[in-house]
């Protein structure tokens, strides 16, 4: 009984796992986003030498208004490809439908090209053409070389919204802790640390999505948004400078 209730846990555990993974490009990449962004904001405020309320009313606009765009953009992008699908393969229905002849030749010299010949070849094309839904999708694999996203457009969109929110507010952390409970302390120096820890959390899994070295993940990632939070801190400096 006890085995049995520990294996459901693990089956669903393991089903978790699968849907996370299939969003943790959108999570990863929105999270990178965030962070680089909000982090940037920071940096320029405080090369602006700005005070941490004004920190946090720019960090949060950006926030917010950039993640909400980020994820409309990934919504929109990916229904449309997903309504580009969906046309061409009622085009192949049509096409199946009311050209069949020409369709099963076109499911004949495909896998001619993969060496298919004679008797085996027929038998291939009779098994694949004796079934609408079966012989659509292999044209829109093997002609078209589109395949169907599974994924929803809208869970997308909200992946990368929310990864985008969880991750970039690490920069504003300490900030919102100060003007809460005021403590004296660097809150640039701190929010700095914090960040790059995030940026080394978020390139570890990246290198899941990219497949390649975990270090080389971690620093690049590291790299980057160390890049953007100087070029952001020294255009706020010389800004400060000017008024």
């Not at 009313?57 to 490809?81: R, T």
Request: charged share 20%; with cysteine.
């Amino acid at each position: 009984m006890g085995n049995t209730h520990e294996r459901k846990l693990h089956q669903q555990d393991k089903g978790f796992m699968t849907k996370f993974s299939d969003y943790l490009g959108e999570f990863v990449y929105g999270g990178i986003d965030g962070s680089v962004t909000t982090f940037a904001v920071v940096a320029g405020a405080a090369g602006a030498g700005l005070s941490a309320q004004v920190v946090i009313i720019l960090g949060f606009a950006n926030l917010l208004a950039d993640g909400f765009a980020m994820s409309v953009g990934s919504y929109l992008s990916k229904q449309s490809e997903q309504d580009n699908y969906d046309k061409h393969k009622k085009v192949e229905y049509w096409e199946v439908e009311h050209l069949p002849e020409k369709e099963k030749e076109e499911i004949r010299e495909i896998y001619r090209a993969k060496g298919f010949d004679g008797a085996l070849l027929e038998q291939v094309v009779e098994v694949i053409t004796a079934d609408k839904d079966r012989w659509v999708d292999v044209m829109m694999k093997e002609e078209l070389e589109m395949m169907e996203e599974s994924r929803s457009p809208l869970a997308m969109g909200a992946v990368t919204f929310g990864s985008f929110v969880v991750v970039g507010l690490i920069p504003l952390l300490v900030y919102l802790y100060d003007y809460c409970n005021p403590t004296g302390f660097n809150l640039f120096a701190i929010s700095s640390v914090m960040t790059g820890v995030a940026f080394l959390f978020i390139g570890w899994m990246k290198t899941y999505v990219t497949q390649t070295s975990k270090w080389k993940g971690m620093l690049e990632t590291l790299a980057l948004g160390a890049a953007a939070a100087m070029v952001s801190y020294a255009v706020g400096n010389w800004l400060e400078g000017l008024f």
